[in-house]
């Protein structure tokens, strides 16, 4: 038997394999908790040579409140279709090991692995911050994207309701929304969204990356299933809200044969718009992924790695403005190629959809001097 213990050394290549027991990290993500790329420690589990058998414990979910000074974050990147976003929590429950937002948490001092998605900051101020920025005389208005690093709709969401507290601010000020969302909670906000749709101040992006509960079970292991997202799609396109199915990210060797099933099963729930986006592994990401192939899908890893490869110049991700959503070269044509003759056939609209933005007025608050007229 072994006893589990602690040791630091500083980060260097080539380290002993650091994947944490399967039974503890049941329905995670990430198969370990490395540090992140600003610390100058790693943390390696060792056998200290006591033979005494260790009570192997769960990873929880911890959640911490943080008091937000700022909520909205704008953005000059030509590749995204807005220039500012909210995003009521840092770190993801769903803990789908591909995503891009993971490094983000190196900033907090927490490994983008296991700590993205156990480790949880939720932002309780987000709506009364939000409000305070939409009532400065120097905001302009234009579409505000929720959920584009981490899902407003994660599991603390059903207990901390920020997203929707956020939502009803954007209700009350007349303000275009645009929601990416892979969780069915959205539903429960179904009556703010739909009133917003209604004044054409909302659209939704529901993210399938499968249509294999068993691949989407490994790869996104706290997500609701592909057929429950097609229902959200359904449920939201008959309240008249806009729609779009987002084929993102596609795994190349792994969910790439997919595209024009999951775009049709979408068209079919009721979408009107659809995108897609090819696998991002930037900074620690790409070892977090490579371990997922090798442990998962061990007779496919080297082909995805060679793909991603092929389309980045040998790398594994490039970071380029233009390329870092799409890829390079033959492969990543084809996959271009497959997406418009599709999106052609099933009469899917690419583009953004527009959304209001002369409605847009800052409602009265209490003691506010009234106009006679």
Not at 328 to 353: N, P, Q, W
Request: hydrophobic share 40%; glycine share 6%; aromatic share 6%.
């Amino acid at each position: 038997m072994f006893h589990i213990s602690d040791m630091y050394t500083p980060i260097r290549p080539h380290l002993p394999d650091q994947t944490l027991d399967a039974e503890r990290r049941r329905g995670r993500g990430a198969a370990t908790n490395r540090p992140g790329r600003f610390e100058t420690y790693d943390r390696l589990v060792i056998d200290d040579g006591w033979d005494i058998a260790d009570e192997v414990s769960q990873i929880r979910t911890e959640v911490r409140l943080e008091t937000a000074r700022s909520i909205i974050t704008y953005n000059k990147s030509p590749d995204l279709p807005f220039d500012r976003s909210i995003n009521p929590y840092r770190g993801c429950e769903h803990g789908c090991v591909y995503c891009f937002a993971r490094p983000s948490h190196a900033y907090l001092g927490l490994s983008p692995g296991l700590d993205f998605e156990t480790r949880l900051t939720a932002r309780p101020n987000a709506a009364e911050v939000l409000e305070r920025e939409l009532r400065n005389p120097k905001y302009s208005v234009a579409p505000i994207a929720i959920g584009t690093n981490t899902d407003p709709y994660q599991p603390i969401e059903h207990q901390h309701r920020i997203t929707r507290a956020c939502l009803e601010v954007l209700r009350d000020y007349n303000h275009p929304v645009a929601i990416v969302t892979k969780g069915t909670g959205i539903l429960q906000d179904l009556d703010i969204i739909a009133d917003l749709a209604a004044r054409n101040l909302a659209l939704v992006g529901i993210s399938v990356t499968t249509l294999s509960p068993e691949i989407a079970r490994k790869m996104e292991p706290r997500v609701p299933g592909p057929a429950k997202r097609l229902q959200v799609i359904r449920a939201l396109s008959e309240a008249g809200v806009p729609t779009r199915i987002m084929v993102s990210p596609v795994m190349p060797g792994l969910t790439d044969h997919e595209v024009e099933a999951i775009l049709e099963a979408g068209r079919d729930a009721g979408a009107r718009a659809a995108s897609w986006i090819m696998l991002r592994l930037p900074q620690e990401v790409a070892p977090l992924v490579e371990d997922w192939l090798r442990e998962h899908f061990p007779d496919r890893a080297e082909k995805v790695l060679r793909r991603l490869r092929e389309m980045h110049g040998g790398k594994l991700y490039d970071a380029q403005w233009g390329k870092r959503m799409r890829g390079e070269g033959v492969y990543a044509s084809m996959i271009a190629t497959r997406f418009e003759a599709a999106v052609k056939r099933l009469g899917f609209a690419t583009g953004s959809l527009a959304l209001r933005r002369d409605l847009f007025a800052m409602p009265p608050r209490k003691g506010d001097q009234l106009s006679l007229f």
